[in-house]
T-cell receptor, first 116, second 119 residues
Framework: GAVVSQHPSWVICKSGTSVKIECRSL??????MFWYRQFPKQSLMLMAT?????????EQGVEKDKFLINHASLTLSTLTVTSAHPEDSSFYIC????????????FGPGTRLTVL | AQKVTQAQTEISVVEKEDVTLDCVYE???????LFWYKQPPSGELVFLIR??????QNEISGRYSWNFQKSTSSFNFTITASQVVDSAVYFC????????????????FGQGTTLQVKP
């Protein structure tokens, strides 16, 4: 089956630093990748949608300059949390999809970010 | 606007009981997909089922069954003879059926239902 990896699986950083999270589709080429954020005991909230080679589309209320998304290839998308603050602590999940009849997204295992 | 509502925040049952998780959705689209995902404590989402709006047949997979009713915009999930390993957060989600340049197929998730199955 389609496998999506995320790296790192968890990260602890100091306030003010930037953190990069990678999302890779390991055995398929993803036309679209999605980034979600999940706070404890809450649902997944879509942050942005990215297509390879083009700028990401951010959901309303998500700061583009805060959460930089790069989708440089059909197998890799990165999310950089710039100048992270404690309120950015969350579980970040990516998913990758392929254009096709089933609209299926394959989810990564998630990255837990803790900002001290 | 699209919306998914899971009114049950938490459910607690004793092992071997049957349990139904409710999902009600709103969409103006006539074609769409509905999904159920399981999120165990590890955090990784596990895909359970996808149903398109054309197919209202109920589905059974082992102890799991799904009841899709377009008339009430509901897509309920039943676990029969629940087990401790079923303890997790369950999400219902909705997406457009057809992916195009104006529709990326993004998923709209419900709030999730935390299921606790006690031994």
């Amino acid at each position: 089956g389609a496998v999506v990896s995320q790296h790192p699986s968890w990260v602890i950083c100091k306030s003010g630093t930037s953190v990069k999270i990678e999302c890779r589709s390991l055995d398929f080429q993803a036309t679209t990748m999605f980034w979600y954020r999940q706070f404890p005991k809450q649902s997944l909230m879509l942050m942005a949608t990215s297509n390879e080679g083009s700028k990401a589309t951010y959901e309303q209320g998500v700061e583009k300059d805060k959460f930089l998304i790069n989708h440089a290839s059909l197998t890799l998308s990165t999310l950089t949390v710039t100048s992270a603050h404690p309120e950015d602590s969350s579980f970040y999940i990516c998913s990758a999809s392929v254009l096709g009849p089933y609209n299926e997204q394959f989810f990564g295992p998630g990255t837990r970010l803790t900002v001290l | 606007a699209q919306k998914v509502t899971q009114a049950q925040t938490e459910i607690s049952v004793v092992e071997k009981e049957d349990v139904t998780l409710d999902c009600v959705y709103e969409t103006r689209d006539t074609t769409y997909y509905l999904f159920w995902y399981k999120q165990p404590p590890s955090g990784e989402l596990v895909f359970l089922i996808r149903r398109n709006s054309f197919d209202e047949q109920n589905e059974i997979s082992g102890r799991y069954s799904w009841n899709f009713q377009k008339s009430t915009s509901s897509f309920n999930f039943t676990i029969t003879a629940s087990q401790v390993v079923d303890s997790a957060v369950y999400f219902c989600a909705l997406s457009d059926l057809e992916v195009s340049s104006s529709n990326t197929g993004k998923l709209i998730f419900g709030q999730g239902t935390t299921l606790q199955v006690k031994p």
